[in-house]
């Protein structure tokens, strides 16, 4: 069986997570170029999918559809970094931060026999936290480069020498090196910022363990037969306790990475749910380090779950939450765990005895509301819990006085208006089973009331969206069809119209495609 054979399994995950990968729209730069180029300011971040959030120093990080961005401020204004030279593929697929210093994975998806292939472009990065930027290309191998030296040991690798399969979806920094956890080419570091990458050894399907001590006869590293070298996630709890999580399983290293020992769904009696490991995390509890993980189903494997695991021995007793729900993402205050999942945003406060899960998320001030249950990341600024979805990134508070979910503020993207009587229809077409339309509005320098109306192309009224609801001049709106008429039926395919009236004045028109 061929290579993409032998994924086709794993990929239909990662088809299920594509909304952590952004896609890509320009040709990538080959050599490491520096930039003194700032990013774009805006009062809007760049794109509505969140796939990524790193926080350093009250600074909110974020990878998007549409490239890497930061806000300072609580989403008030944006710096967007898209066309900055050295990101020339916008497709964030990971974001590490450390002090000053960030790094950024890109990619994109191209289809390669019929399959949607996820390929890396490289890597940028700043040491001066965004004010200058370096590129350094995607790790790849020469044809002849198969053999490291292990202790006493000789390790034959696969030569990874396509970006295709070749993606990196985690990045750790750490004192001394930039770990990265890239599909194809497993596990790797560098200590020189990305000019050379050094392969990690990690255990093969039929080891729970491995070291440079160990007696190792044709030991052979290839990702087309072992799972556990398919790597996804990467956490450096220090320079000498790093945590990697494969399509096979965790491996922990307490040697800085020379030797691992694996944890399976199969291989302990307290066990993790899932071998395939989406993401690791550190929490610092008062007394103890507790390492949390998202585990999913690898080859559709009926005998393991969906759900998140946590361990607060370094591995050898797991606790297993959430079952069945798919997981993406973990941030933490004090000790409190705020899971991102599919399913939405879950709370804890006591290691999962109890959860709290948002519900029906909707900004009082503005109105606007997340449509989608799917949360794809979150990080935490002191008692601001910020959470990026394919539909926007939201904001609340938690504290004692305002508890977890209590109130919204939902941040968009939109291409504004301003104060003219003019609306748009976003996205256009749309396809009702997948998605909603957002009709785009301003009722303009005075306070008023709106109407809005969808009409089918023989001007027949099929669904008032609000009738005479009370807008403040101080925002944009969006009102959401969800391309169901009055009764509750999906309209047919077509191109239908609506109008908006504003204070009895004269109404602006719109024009809208469904398509399924």
């Not at 939450?321 to 399913?343: C, M, N, P, Q, R």
Request: proline share 4%.
């Amino acid at each position: 069986m061929n290579w993409m054979g032998r994924l086709s399994g794993l990929l239909c995950i990662l088809t299920a997570i594509n909304a952590r990968i952004a896609y890509a729209q320009s040709i990538y730069l080959r050599t490491p170029k520096l930039g003194e180029t700032q990013g774009v300011l805006s009062s809007l971040p760049p794109s509505n999918s969140i796939s990524h959030i790193s926080i350093r120093n009250a600074i909110v990080w974020t990878g998007t559809s549409k490239g890497l961005a930061r806000t300072s401020n609580g989403g008030r204004t944006w710096e967007s970094f898209r066309f900055v030279p050295q990101f020339a593929r916008p497709g964030i697929f990971a974001v590490a931060v450390r002090g000053d210093t960030v790094w950024a994975s890109t990619g994109y998806t191209q289809d390669v026999d019929d399959q949607s292939v996820q390929t890396g472009t490289g890597y940028t990065y700043s040491l001066d936290n965004g004010a200058s930027w370096i590129s350094v290309p995607q790790t790849l191998d020469l044809p002849n480069d198969s053999l490291l030296n292990y202790g006493s040991n000789v390790v034959k690798f696969i030569p990874i020498i396509v970006d295709e399969q070749n993606v990196t979806f985690d990045i750790a920094l750490s004192d001394s090196f930039v770990w990265i956890a890239s599909w194809s080419s497993g596990l790797r570091r560098s200590s020189n910022f990305g000019q050379t990458w050094e392969r990690i050894v990690l255990p093969s399907r039929d080891r729970n363990s491995i070291s440079p001590d160990d007696s190792l006869d044709n030991y052979s590293i290839d990702p087309r037969l072992d799972n556990n070298f398919l790597v996804f996630s990467v956490f450096v709890q220090n320079d000498s306790t790093i945590w990697t999580g494969s399509a096979g399983g965790i491996n922990k290293s307490t040697d800085g990475g020379a030797s691992w020992v694996k944890f399976t769904s199969l291989n302990q009696v307290s066990h993790i749910l899932g071998n395939w490991v989406i993401a690791i995390e550190g929490q610092q509890l008062d007394t103890m380090y507790r390492i949390w993980t998202t585990n999913w189903r690898a080859d559709l494997d009926p005998n393991e779950q969906f759900g998140v695991s946590y361990t607060d021995d370094g591995g050898r007793i797991w606790n297993n939450l959430l079952h069945g729900i798919k997981a993406f993402d973990f941030a933490f205050k004090d000790s409190i765990t705020y899971v991102a999942t599919e399913d939405g945003m879950y709370r804890t406060a006591d290691g999962g005895l109890s959860w709290i899960r948002s519900g029906t998320i909707v900004d009082r001030t503005n109105g606007q509301r997340i449509t989608e249950d799917s949360f794809f990341s979150v990080g935490v600024v002191e008692d601001t819990v910020f959470c990026g979805s394919g539909d926007g990134l939201v904001k609340t508070i938690d504290n004692d006085l305002h508890p977890f979910g209590q109130t919204w503020e939902v941040i968009r993207a939109y291409q504004p208006v301003g104060r003219t009587a003019s609306t748009y229809a976003y996205p256009n077409p749309f396809s009702p089973d997948d998605e909603v339309v957002r009709l785009h509005y301003s009722v303009g320098s005075t306070r008023g009331t709106v109407t809005i109306e969808i009409f089918d192309f023989g001007m027949d009224r099929v669904r008032t969206i609000v009738k005479d609801a009370p807008r403040s001049n101080s925002f944009e709106y969006d009102e959401i069809w969800d391309g169901r008429d009055d009764e509750n039926t999906q309209v047919a395919n077509g191109v239908y119209f609506y109008r908006v009236v504003i204070n009895s004045g004269d109404p602006t028109w719109g024009k809208i495609m469904v398509l399924q």
